[in-house]
C-alpha cells in the first residue's frame, strides 16, 4: 500500500502539471525522473529528549538518516525556467528490549516520512559550443556536449508522517499497538547538476537542504503534551532522468 501512495501521488502530481501543455505551446512537459537519496533529519526530539534514549540498555537508540526512493516530473515554462513535482518515501525504524520493576517488554518504533514538493527551477544556459569545423578528411565534427549543466533551486514542500508504535509484554498485560499520523509544510533548496549519457537520457545530482518541522503528541499516563520535531538535514542523491525536449 505504500508503494501504491508513493507512484499515485508522482502521477497525480504529473498530471496536474502536464494537462497545461496541451493548452498553452510554450508550456512543455520536459522530463520525469526516478532516483535515490540519502536524506539525514534532524529529528531532535526522538533522538534526543524521547522514550528512545532508554533503549539498548540506557545508551539509547537514534533515527539517523537513510537512503529513499524518489520520483519526479518537471515541467518547462520558459527558457531555463521550470515547475516540477517530487515525492520520496523515506523509513526508520528502532526497537529494543526493555525490563522495568521486574517486567519484560520489547518495544519497536517505526517513523516514515513521506516528503511532497513543488519545485521552481533554474537551470542555467549551456555553455556555447564553437561551430562544426571539417576535419583533413572532409568530414564535420559536430559541437560538444557541455560536460554537466547546472541548475538551483526553491520548493515548497508538505511532509506526511506515521509513526507506528508496538509494545509486547511478557506474561503481563500492557501490550499496545497505536499508530499516529499528521502533516505539516516546509521549504527545501536546492542545487544540481545534470549530465547527458545517451540521447534523452541523463542522470542527475541533486542536493537540497531541508527547512521543516512537525508537532508531536506525547502522552503519559497523566498528561499530554506537543513536541516540535525538527525536520532540517542535508538531502544528496542521483536521478536517472527521460527527457522529452
Known sequence: MKNTYLFSAIAVVGALLASPAKTQAQVNLKSISVGASYWAPSLDYWNNRSFLIDYNGGQGAKLSGTVMPTAAVEVGLVKGLSV????????????????IAGISRSETFKLSIIPVALDLKYTFAK?????????????????????LTPYIGISVARYFINNDFSRQV?????????????????VQVFVGAEKKLVKKLYVG?????????YNQVVRSETTTTTEKVSLNGVEAGLSLRFKFN
Open 127 to 147: 555553455a556555447a559550443t564553437v561551430s562544426t569545423t571539417k576535419q583533413a578528411d572532409g568530414t564535420e565534427e559536430k559541437p560538444k556536449e557541455p560536460f
Open 205 to 213: 545530482l541533486d542536493v537540497r537542504y531541508h527547512l521543516g518541522s
Open 84 to 99: 516540477g513535482g517530487r515525492v520520496g518515501y523515506w523509513q526508520k525504524s528502532a526497537s529494543s528490549s526493555l525490563s
Open 170 to 186: 511478557v506474561n503481563n498485560s500492557g501490550s499496545l499497538n497505536e499508530t499516529q499520523a499528521g502533516n505539516n509544510y516546509g
